[in-house]
């Protein structure tokens, strides 16, 4: 049994409980497998009318995949090639296609750090999608922090953000707070950590018919107060301004030449990124941005093996998460260093068509 995931149905309501609060709730390959088996089950079962999925822990409902995990396997072996590596790519995008077009109510509570893979276990289709938000909440994208892009579906909903804040998200990798969460349409309610016991008895004892009805309203009779607080809110016309630009380069051309506080903390922060990935991060956006959920995940799996077959990802781990002297030696200097035919490089196609490891998946709940 996986003590890391906790399943229990209450109320006609599958809860789901990720329980390894020591590692923040990563992702292993074993609760991916755990989360996948349950929600199958559940799919299909006929007790279970929606499902819930939060956090043992206040301090994070999920931070990502296990990056120790990927930086163990991956500098031990050739071009960064395994087995376990290439099954956890593949079975994680599967859950985050099941997950989003899963047929029932899908609520997520995203309460304390929610980054990467967590983002992956709880950005559910419009269709399902009950996702909750609190005061507490830390949400991010940050892969490029660390070498790599935005995956587990973060090209189709980063890119589908208003106006450039996706691509502010991807290319930063900075943490928005639970109001920003609402206001760029990556989550449906905001509730005050306060009233999650509430929250809870409530789901606990509902009518399970028109769920997400229910939850808008006991949400709204908090009045909770969230649209001042949203740091994007006062820094949309920022963002949408100086991340408009068709390349990263001119992105940070833009942010370099102002003057405003905005534009300094933004130019500070993508220094320290990876330049190649913020590269490789803004054509995926701009690919994504034609694409259905199915087509987003098979070019990312493609692009997940390009990256552990060179060293950035590897390095990047190495300096923020195992050695954490915070001063990763990225393959570029800047963003001006970085060719095309470097960033094309990662959009070639690993395997034929009819042998992408993600072929079965499609555009539809039925997959």
Avoid at 110 to 128: I, K, L, R, Y
Avoid at 247 to 269: H, M, R
Wanted: net charge negative; hydrophobic share 40%.
């Amino acid at each position: 049994m996986n003590t890391m995931i906790r399943t229990s149905v209450i109320n006609q309501i599958g809860h789901i409980e990720l329980n390894r609060p020591q590692a923040l709730n990563s992702l292993s390959l074993e609760m991916i497998r755990t989360l996948t088996a349950t929600l199958m089950n559940w799919k299909s079962e006929p007790e279970v009318k929606a499902v819930l999925i939060y956090s043992s822990s206040e301090r994070a409902f999920c931070a990502g995949g296990d990056i120790r995990f990927f930086y163990e396997v991956g500098s031990k072996t050739p071009q960064g090639g395994s087995a376990l590596l290439e099954d956890f790519f593949t079975e994680e995008y599967a859950l985050n296609h099941l997950i989003h077009h899963y047929p029932k109510p899908y609520i997520a509570l995203m309460n304390g750090v929610v980054m990467g893979g967590g983002m992956g276990v709880a950005q559910a289709g419009p269709q399902s999608a009950i996702r909750i938000v609190t005061e507490k909440t830390k949400m991010a994208m940050p892969e490029v922090n660390i070498g790599l892009f935005p995956d587990v579906g973060g090209g189709y909903f980063l890119s589908r953000m208003p106006g450039q804040t996706g691509r502010y998200l991807g290319l930063t990798g900075e943490i928005m707070r639970g109001e920003d969460a609402i206001e760029t349409g990556l989550a449906d309610i905001f509730l005050r950590t306060e009233h999650i016991p509430a929250l809870m008895h409530l789901l606990k004892t509902c009518d399970t018919k028109n769920i997400k009805n229910q939850l808008i309203q006991f949400s709204e009779s908090l009045q909770a107060e969230v649209a001042e607080n949203s740091f994007i809110k006062k820094n949309r016309q920022y963002i949408d301004h100086y991340f408009s630009g068709n390349s990263v380069s001119e992105i940070c051309q833009k942010l370099k030449s102002g003057e405003d506080f905005f534009a300094q903390s933004v130019t500070d922060a993508m220094s320290k990124r990876s330049p190649l990935m913020m590269c490789v991060t803004l054509e995926q956006l701009k690919r994504s941005a034609m694409m259905n959920v199915a087509e987003c995940l098979r070019m990312e799996r493609t692009m997940v093996r390009h990256c552990f077959e060179r060293n950035e990802v590897i390095e990047g781990i190495r300096a923020l998460v195992i050695d954490k002297d915070n001063q990763p030696k990225w393959q570029h200097q800047a963003v001006d260093d970085v060719s095309e035919a470097e960033v094309e490089s990662f959009f070639v196609a690993v395997w034929p068509d009819i042998t992408h490891p993600l072929r079965m998946l499609t555009d539809s709940a039925s997959a």
